[in-house]
T-cell receptor, first 113, second 113 residues
Framework: AQTVTQSQPEMSVQEAETVTLSCTYD???????LFWYKQPPSRQMILVIRQEAYKQQNATENRFSVNFQKAAKSFSLKISDSQLGDAAMYFC??????????WGAGTKLIIKP | NAGVTQTPKFQVLKTGQSMTLQCAQD?????MSWYRQDPGMGLRLIHY???????DQGEVPNGYNVSRSTTEDFPLRLLSAAPSQTSVYFC????????????FGEGSRLTVL
């Protein structure tokens, strides 16, 4: 079965600094999508960034960027200039062959003021 | 624009009781799904639907029932609640499930005593 692993249950970073959240996945598909979702304390999950596996260029959305290494099946999220509003649970997810999302267990990000 | 609306936000049940979690979206999304979120685990798919009249099972369907009579609504029914169903439930929808970009409701916290 396809799996997604987030090895860091919790991370902390000083405000304005950069932090990287790790994610590895396991898929036999040749083309697939990868996602990072953010879940703030309010609980509503929102999409942060998306990567299409056939695209070699790493996706970027403002202060959020990914380091996608297809051969290593690694998909890390970098948050630059961390802000207090970035504090949340971050979930990595990959799409399986049935077009459903497989989710990692999440990383809790703490921002220190 | 309301997005995805879930009710109720909180519910306490006794073992053996039944109930329905309501989910409605106003974005004309064809794809809708129900997930449960448990501590230390990623989201797990319960049931999903790719359009009115079409539903299918996800990873953890046992003890749950769904129907999709309209594009807007996708209720989740607990047939005979068990303590193992204590969880936070999320409804999510998407215009195209292939992209995996899901829009989530705020969640429903269910406790089964």
């Amino acid at each position: 079965a396809q799996t997604v692993t987030q090895s860091q249950p919790e991370m902390s970073v000083q405000e304005a600094e950069t932090v990287t959240l790790s994610c590895t996945y396991d898929t036999s598909e040749s083309d697939y999508y990868l996602f990072w979702y953010k879940q703030p304390p309010s609980r509503q999950m929102i999409l942060v960034i998306r990567q299409e596996a056939y695209k070699q260029q790493n996706a970027t959305e403002n202060r959020f960027s990914v380091n996608f290494q297809k051969a290593a099946k690694s998909f890390s999220l970098k948050i630059s200039d961390s802000q207090l509003g970035d504090a949340a649970m971050y979930f990595c997810a990959s799409m399986d062959s049935n077009y459903q999302l497989i989710w990692g267990a999440g990383t809790k990000l703490i921002i220190k003021p | 624009n309301a997005g995805v609306t879930q009710t109720p936000k909180f519910q306490v049940l006794k073992t053996g009781q039944s109930m329905t979690l309501q989910c409605a979206q106003d974005m004309n999304h064809e794809y809708m799904s129900w997930y449960r979120q448990d501590p230390g685990m990623g989201l797990r798919l319960i049931h999903y639907s790719v359009g009115a009249g079409i539903t299918d099972q996800g990873e953890v369907p046992n003890g749950y029932n769904v129907s999709r009579s309209t594009t807007e609504d996708f209720p989740l029914r607990l047939l005979s609640a068990a303590p193992s169903q204590t969880s936070v439930y999320f409804c999510a929808s998407s215009y195209f499930r292939l992209t995996g970009e899901l829009f989530f409701g705020e969640g429903s916290r269910l406790t089964v005593l």
